[in-house]
C-alpha cells in the first residue's frame, strides 16, 4: 500500500474526496437534464419512503417486488423499445452481472479500447477471450471479428461499447458497428448511460436516433445520470431478461435498488419523455453550442473534454478554477490512458448561458487556446 501510495503521488494520481461547498458551480457530475433536482422527482421519492421505508431490505428475489419496480422496468422496455427490462442497484453491477451471463470461456468478449471500467471488469469475469479494438475504426474491428471466427468459429462473440464516450465525449459510429455485427453474427452489448436522456426523439438513446434499435441485443443504461436518480438497468428480449434473471450473480445476491430509487428514476422518465424533456434538451444543446462557440470544439455531447496533457497540469487547473468558485475535476489515468490527462467539463440543462461563458473565460485564462 505505501509503495503505491507513493507511486500515484508522484506521478501526481493521488486522489482524495473534498470537502463539498453549496457555492461552487459544479460542472463535474452527469445529472445532465437537472432532474435529481426537479420538484416533482423529488416528491416521487418521498412518496416512496412514506410507504416502504428508505430501503429494499433485501435482494430483489427475496424482497418484495415493489410496484416502483414493475412499473419502472415497463415504462424503460417501452422507452427503448425492446420487450423487457431488469434494474440493478447500481450502473457499475449490471455488466459485471450480464456479461459473465452472456459469454463464458468458450468465448471472445472484443471490447473498446477506453470503454469504461465496468465494461472491462465484467468481460474478465466473465473468463471469456478479451480483445480490444477502437471504437472509431471499423477496418480495426473488422480485423478482429475476422481472427475471431477463424481461431474460435464455434464460440460466441460479444461486442462491448459505449455509445457516448465518458471521459472523451464522442460518438459511437454505430451503425458501421452493427453493421460488422451482423455480419460476423456476434451480439452488441451498447452502453447508453451518456447518451439516455440525450440523444434520440424522447432521449431514448443513440440507437432510436438511428434507428438501429432492433438490430442490438442488449442495451444498458443508468438511472444515474439523466434520469436522476440511482441503479442501472438492461433492456433486451423477454428471453435475455429471464436469463439474466435467473443467471447474473449481481442481481440475483446483491441488495436491490431502494424502491424510492425506482420511484424517482420513472417520474424523470416521464419528464424526459414530454414536452418537458425536450425543452430541457433543447437548453442543453444551447448551453453545448454556447461552450462550442468559445471553445472551438464540435463535439455533440454535454461531456466536453478540455486537454491538458500532464496530470501537474490538470491538476493545478482543476484547482485554479475551484479557487475561482467553478468545479471541474481533473482527470487523469487511470481513468485515461497516460498522455492525455485532462479536465472534464460536464454540461447540463440547469446551467444558465452566463454560467457557460463565465466557465470558457476562466479556462481561457488559465488554458488560452493555439
Known amino acids: 500500500m505505501r509503495s503505491r501510495h507513493s507511486a500515484r503521488q508522484a506521478s501526481k494520481t493521488e486522489r482524495s474526496l473534498r470537502d463539498d461547498s453549496s457555492d461552487t458551480l459544479s460542472f463535474s ?13 423529488k416528491q416521487a421519492a418521498w412518496q416512496s419512503i412514506h410507504a416502504h421505508g428508505t430501503g429494499s431490505q433485501a435482494a430483489r428475489l427475496l424482497a418484495p ?13 417501452a422507452w427503448k423499445s425492446t420487450e423487457r427490462s ?16 452472456l459469454a463464458s470461456s468458450r468465448d471472445t468478449v472484443i471490447i473498446e479500447r477506453n ?23 471499423s477496418q480495426d474491428l473488422f480485423q478482429i471479428l475476422q481472427l475471431t471466427r477463424k481461431l474460435n468459429p464455434q464460440g460466441k462473440i460479444l461486442i462491448v461499447t459505449e455509445s457516448l464516450h ?70 433486451a428480449s423477454g428471453e435475455i431478461i429471464r436469463h439474466l434473471v ?58 466536453q473534454p478540455v486537454p491538458c496533457h500532464d496530470n501537474q497540469t490538470a491538476v493545478d487547473m482543476a ?23 485532462r479536465l472534464r467539463v460536464s454540461l447540463s440543462a440547469r446551467h444558465s448561458p452566463q454560467d457557460i461563458t463565465r466557465l470558457c473565460s476562466s479556462l481561457h485564462e488559465l488554458l488560452p487556446l493555439p
Not at 417486488?65 to 422496455?77: I, K, S, T
Not at 470503454?115 to 475504426?137: E, P, Q, T, V, Y
Not at 418537458?276 to 455531447?301: C, D, M, P, Q, V
Open 86 to 101: 431488469l434494474l440493478f442497484a447500481a450502473g457499475y453491477l449490471a455488466p459485471l452481472g450480464v456479461i459473465p451471463s
Open 246 to 303: 435467473n443467471e447474473a450473480r449481481t442481481f440475483l445476491f446483491g441488495t436491490a435498488l431502494a424502491p424510492a430509487q425506482a420511484a424517482a428514476a420513472f417520474r424523470a422518465l416521464q419528464i424526459i419523455q414530454s414536452q418537458e424533456g425536450e425543452e430541457l434538451r433543447i437548453k442543453l444543446r444551447a448551453n453545448i453550442e454556447t461552450f462550442h462557440s468559445n471553445r472551438e470544439t464540435s463535439l455533440a455531447g454535454p461531456i
Open 319 to 341: 484547482h485554479r478554477l475551484l479557487e475561482q468558485g467553478l468545479h471541474v475535476p481533473a482527470i487523469r489515468p487511470p481513468t485515461v490512458p497516460e498522455g492525455t490527462a
Open 65 to 77: 417486488n415493489y410496484p416502483e419496480y414493475q412499473r419502472l422496468e415497463e415504462a424503460l422496455a
Open 166 to 235: 465518458s471521459m472523451d465525449g464522442d460518438r459511437l459510429p454505430l451503425k458501421e458497428i452493427v453493421d460488422l455485427k451482423e455480419e460476423f453474427s456476434a451480439w452488441l452489448l451498447l452502453d447508453e448511460a451518456h447518451a439516455g436522456g440525450i440523444f434520440g426523439p424522447q432521449g431514448n438513446g443513440l440507437a432510436t436516433e438511428l434507428g438501429l434499435t432492433a438490430r442490438v441485443e442488449v442495451q444498458m443504461g443508468t438511472l444515474g445520470k439523466a434520469l436522476g436518480s440511482s441503479g442501472g438497468f438492461v433492456a
Open 115 to 137: 470503454a469504461h471500467a465496468c465494461l472491462f471488469d465484467g468481460a474478465k469475469l466473465s473468463n471469456a477471450k478479451i480483445r480490444i479494438f477502437n471504437r472509431r475504426d
Open 29 to 41: 457530475n452527469n445529472d445532465y437534464l437537472g432532474l435529481s433536482q426537479h420538484p416533482e422527482v
